[in-house]
């Protein structure tokens, strides 16, 4: 590239030492007045800049964050965390905090990675995603007092968290949908989730559940998380005729998805239907879907991590979170077959 | 972050000074054997790492690619590039590279973000998306000597490229597709692409007309990238009736689901479809697709920017290039409601 001008470039152009010009940089109280301006008018004609690595050096800081993006893996919604990245890469933009992308096949790995890259200054706080109950990174992390912030609550933790954390409130957005469909569709409000377990789609079924009147008949079909199974569970709901359900609320677009294409064999093109996750595919089909709002995670992300200009600051005096709402995306007039 | 030991930590462990650490480190032969050896075993004992700001300011080297990421705008196709994004973190974490994200909203925001990263010292070399005719950015990078490598042929260089590229061979693509439905469906194989002017469309649309058999009558369907607009232009040719189309070879997934959705409408659910870029939509939908290979244009990139031990080499002597051979995926038994 382009050579840059160096501190010996200013030094010549200033008629001064290197020295002198480190000073003005570093301890410019030292420096007589005349002389420092002298250097300072040089710097500006020259358009020179201290080097980053030198800077870092000085402050033992980088400005960096660190995350992780795993292989991709296909699926109609890894959409979610892609969008996460963008978002989090202009608004950390704007606080003047880069990112910086590291791989990990394990969480093990990940923490030899994340150790590498604090250790070695190129990131001063690292942004968590995919956690999990027993998750050994954030018991790193908090162990090694590393500043991060997880994009998903701690599930395990039922007393005060201990450590910040953003996440999207999944079953208020299940209860949002399942409102809508029974104001729109029908009191039988069914709801296509995945095998109990999952801590996510446990949180998305109890939306469900508050949002249905009391009273009211609460069919739970399963599915695990592809279109053909998704379509083969509600196709036999439907076939099994009688009480069929008036609207299907969905733990994912994927699930929505199979649901829809069974809707359609079934006769019933128009079924109501609501995914999770807002993703193209489901926008494609005219699905309606709640959205996750990942601008609004990277941003709460942000606010926890990042001080008054851009500095990283350390959130675990603090432990806070973000709780971020959803929204419902509702499509009724889709492009349907 | 617990404190990593520092160069004094060393020093005081191996009973030298500050300089000998540091000499040991830079000038290992300037030092004493014996010297050498007890301060190397310090430095293994007490697990030091350099500083990676040291390190950089030293070989002036950051080991780091930079590539922008736009913020995310939906549809169907935007999925090429995170896939991208995340092959070539794979990649380049795997020779020791790290992929530092930025943002900018126009070509001139991004030459401005280049700048300062490159003299900051913070990358070394760059991944340009998105090339255009007349791109501004590639002509500042050429004119600054700046390594970078555009995923995306200079479509405007009809010579010699002046710069490296990395970019997916989409005629071959539409081509395979042609042949495949020219084998499977019949001679009557229409072209669904954007209206004519792009250079990405006409390319696409380069391969499908070399496909076709002399004299073979060709069906050109046009509407911009919508699954609506490309739903009307399909149906309007179902319509007509009389000659329909034996099958459809599409620019984009999205087109290709808003023809599969006419088709659908029109009582022919099974009119093989061919989309492009093989997105998570079109997999749901179970349509046919041809296939970018993110992956491969990661490793076209990392080829043409990284020489031995993952140092970041200027590829400008060789303006050499990487075209990648998408692969067609056939779905024959598709999920179709």
């Known amino acids: 590239m382009a050579k840059a001008p160096t501190v010996e470039d200013v030094a010549r152009a200033a008629g001064v030492s290197r020295q002198t010009v480190s000073n003005v940089l570093n301890s ?26 030198a800077r870092r050096l000085r402050t033992r800081r980088s400005s960096t964050l660190g ?3 795993d292989p991709y893996s296909g699926g109609v919604s890894g ?27 394990t969480a093990e790995e990940e923490i030899d990675r994340i150790r590498d890259l604090l250790d070695g200054g190129e990131i001063d706080a690292v942004v968590l995603t995919g956690t999990f109950r027993g998750d050994p990174r954030t018991a790193w992390l908090a162990a090694h007092a590393a500043p991060f912030v997880s994009f998903g609550r701690p599930w395990d933790d039922d007393a005060a968290p201990s450590h910040s ?50 009273g009211a008949p609460l069919v739970r079909l399963t599915a695990v998380d592809g279109v ?21 609320v969905c733990a ?19 079924l109501p239907i609501v995914g999770f996750d807002n ?17 609004d995670v990277a941003a709460g992300t942000l606010e926890l991590l990042a001080g008054a200009e851009g500095a990283v600051i350390d959130p675990a005096e603090r432990a806070a979170h ?16």
Chains 1, 2 share one sequence.
């Open 279 to 295: 993703t193209p595919a489901a926008e494609a089909m005219g699905l309606s879907s709640i959205e996750q709002r990942p601008e």
């Open 252 to 270: 994912s677009d994927t699930l929505a998805i199979g649901a829809h294409l069974a809707a359609v064999t079934a006769g019933r093109p128009t």
């Open 67 to 69: 995350i992780r993006l």
């Open 165 to 214: 954390w953003v996440d999207v409130d999944g079953a208020a957005g299940t209860r949002m949908a399942t409102t809508w469909a029974l104001a729109h569709a029908g009191p039988r409000v069914a709801f296509l989730g995945w095998p109990a377990g999952s801590d996510t789609g446990d949180d998305r079924e109890r939306g469900w559940r508050e949002a249905m009147p009391e």
């Open 322 to 337: 973000v709780l971020v709402e959803p929204r419902l995306v509702v499509r009724t007039e889709p492009p349907r077959g």
């Open 79 to 105: 959409v979610v965390l892609d969008r996460f990245v963008h978002a989090l890469t202009e608004r950390a933009s704007a606080r003047g905090l880069r990112i910086l992308l590291y791989a990990a096949r």
């Open 28 to 53: 410019p109280d030292i420096v007589r007045p005349a002389t420092r301006e002298r250097v300072e008018r040089a710097i500006a004609e020259l358009g020179y800049r201290p080097h980053a690595a």
């Open 228 to 248: 053909a199974p998704a379509r083969e569970a509600v196709a036999e709901t439907l076939r099994a005729g009688g009480d069929a359900p008036d609207a299907i």
